[in-house]
């Protein structure tokens, strides 16, 4: 009976600790690595699992990442949108998106161990935008995809309509 639970507790702290194991491998030239994603949608919530990926740096500055699908590889090409603020962080993580966007906007979350050799190439392809602004808010009306909204316009400013003051006519 002892044996019995031993084993069983055994395995179940293998389970655990197979899933805390992140892969990572960068190649001697740097220009190819392995490393895990995470996928994210306009909003930046998490809307899948954790996947290994393979990726090459291409020369236009974009990322060829591929993905295992049951017994099939998909390929695809993404810029570097960003780089995600991670004080005291075992990973550094970076924003993706599709060079060909997605209908539904969505994104990959990259993430490496910050003491990783890709990341000096992965910051030089990198933009210096701010992560707050890449996903839309849901409660900041600000945010809403509006298309009769003007960036030009604003809101708290009166409008002028040259009878001498400044105030509004009726």
């Known amino acids: 009976m002892l044996?019995?639970?031993g084993a069983f507790v055994a395995c179940i702290l293998?389970?655990?600790g197979a899933s805390r194991i992140e892969p990572h491998w960068v190649s001697k030239d740097g220009g190819r690595f392995l490393t895990t994603c995470v996928p994210i949608d306009r909003l930046g919530k998490v809307i899948g699992r954790r996947r290994e990926i393979r990726g090459a740096?291409?020369?236009n500055g974009?990322?060829?990442?591929s993905?295992?699908?049951f017994l099939r590889q998909a390929h695809t090409e993404w810029q570097i949108e960003a780089k995600a603020p991670a004080p005291r962080s075992a990973k550094v993580v970076y924003v993706l998106r599709p060079v060909v966007p997605a209908a539904d906007g969505s994104?990959?979350?990259?993430?490496?161990?910050?003491?990783s050799e890709i990341i000096p190439a992965?910051?030089?392809r990198s933009p210096t935008t701010a992560i707050h602004d890449l996903f839309d808010d849901p409660d900041d009306p600000d945010d809403a995809d509006d298309p009769d909204d003007d960036p030009g316009d604003d809101p708290d400013e009166d409008?002028?309509?040259?009878?001498g003051d400044g105030e509004r006519q009726r």
């Not at 974009?62 to 990442?65: E, F, H, I, K, P």
């Not at 994104?107 to 003491?115: F, G, I, Y």
């Not at 409008?159 to 009878?163: A, I, Y």
């Open 57 to 59: 740096f291409l020369d």
């Open 14 to 16: 293998m389970l655990w």
């Open 107 to 115: 994104k990959l979350l990259l993430r490496v161990p910050a003491k």
């Open 67 to 69: 993905q295992r699908h």
């Open 3 to 5: 044996w019995t639970v």
């Open 122 to 124: 992965l910051d030089a």
């Open 159 to 163: 409008d002028d309509l040259g009878e």
């Open 62 to 65: 974009s990322l060829m990442l």
